[in-house]
């Protein structure tokens, strides 16, 4: 099966204020770049690691997901439901039996939806809340919703290159030219 693509775009109310409507048109235009490369992929091309890794397209989407839910999760909860999101590494990062692109990428719509009424609902991007315990974060360490969208907006574009060369290995194929 063969999986076609629409151009996200940004669902903000018309009352977005200009900081949050920016957020979420970089966001939006992120993972227009990460969702991209799948265009026309099977599901076999999109499970498929053409590289010297075991990166793919559909493990990349499937990543991407959970960790947008993940950070939602901590905006919304806390440190204790980032962790519970955060589910097997392994599985989080392939495509299994069972998976299709298709369905991986209807689940990331959702869960960039999500993130999306979160940035709208928000009362106050300088919100914070403290870090979980990890050697990647400083000991006591608090973010600002802010910087949880924006390094989202990081991860999200980091993941996109590697799609975006997953996808030429696979068949030529290259986002932009």
Known sequence: MTTTLSTPSPATAPDTDPERADLLATLAKHRFFLTHPARGLTDEQA???PLPSELCIGGLVKHVTATE??????VRGGPAEMERAAG???A??????GDTL????????????ETTRLVLEL???NATRPLPEAPWFAPGESWSVRRVLLHL???????????????EAIDGAKSMG
């Open 92 to 97: 989080g990062h392939h495509m299994l039996p």
């Open 102 to 113: 298709a369905g991986l990428l209807d689940d990331y719509r959702a869960a960039a939806d």
């Open 69 to 74: 839910r993940g950070w939602v999760g901590f």
């Open 153 to 167: 907006i990081a991860e999200i574009a980091q993941h996109a290159g590697h799609a975006d060369m997953i996808r």
């Open 47 to 49: 499970a498929a690691w």
């Open 88 to 90: 097997d590494w392994w």
């Open 123 to 125: 009362p106050d991007l």
